[in-house]
């Protein structure tokens, strides 16, 4: 069946430090791939998504490629900050059925 | 103005009691989500209604009973709570028919405490 699998947290980096969160996919067909984002004692909000093979969605400094030969969404900012302290989330929505399925979330703290 | 709204924010109750959350979207959607999240924030779907007509229902306990009075807006009742079902749900909408473009709009979360 479909799912996303992606990188046990939790993540604890400086600030200013280059951030990669990994994210695979199992699909049939062609899924679109999202990141969303949960901040404390928030809802998951969207951060950036993508619909087909090598398209990039990027938001607010992240960015993820959407790479069907590796069925990889990894999401990645080039510097991060303290206030990018939260739960990222990678999910795919199928093209049929319009289910969602999420990953198991990644922690990620950021520290002066 | 909210998008997706959901109350109580807060519910602590106890085991044994029945309890409803309530989930309302002004976003013009016409399918509407629950979804539990653990202490690990694990996010599990529980039910899904597309124009008031029920389309995901996973293996949930039949104490909990989804009911959507219009396309606006998806409740969740729980009857006999027990402790397990201490977690945060999230209600969360979508347009159908915007396909596998169409993402998922989160409500700010409801916290039931069952103790």
């Known amino acids: 069946g479909d799912s996303v699998t992606q990188m046990e947290g939790p993540v604890t980096l400086s600030e200013e430090a280059f951030l990669t969160i990994n994210c695979t996919y199992t699909a049939t067909g062609y899924p679109s791939l999202f990141w969303y984002v949960q901040y404390p004692g928030e809802g998951l909000q969207l951060l950036l998504k993508?619909?087909?093979?090598?398209d990039k969605g990027s938001n607010k400094g992240f960015e993820a490629t959407y790479r069907k030969e590796t069925t990889s969404f990894h999401l990645e900012k080039g510097s991060v900050q303290v206030s990018d302290s939260a739960v990222y989330f990678c999910a795919l929505k199928t093209n049929t059925g319009n289910q969602f399925y999420f990953g198991t979330g990644t922690s990620l703290t950021v520290i002066p | 103005d909210t998008a997706v709204s959901q109350t109580p924010k807060y519910l602590v109750t106890q085991m044994g009691n029945d309890k409803s959350i309530k989930c309302e979207q002004n976003?013009?959607?016409?399918?509407m989500y629950w979804y539990k999240q653990d202490s690990k924030k694990f996010l599990k779907i529980m039910f899904s209604?597309?124009?008031?007509?029920?389309?995901i229902n996973e293996t949930v306990p039949n104490r909990f009973s989804p009911k959507s009075p219009d396309k606006a807006h998806l409740n969740l009742h729980i009857n006999s709570l027990e402790l397990g079902d201490s977690a945060v749900y999230f209600c969360a909408s979508s347009h159908w028919t915007s396909g596998r473009n169409g993402e998922l709009f989160f409500g700010e979360g409801s916290r039931l405490t069952v103790l």
């Open positions: 993508a619909t087909k093979a090598d």
């Open positions: 209604y597309n124009n008031k007509e029920l389309i």
């Open positions: 976003l013009g959607h016409d399918t």
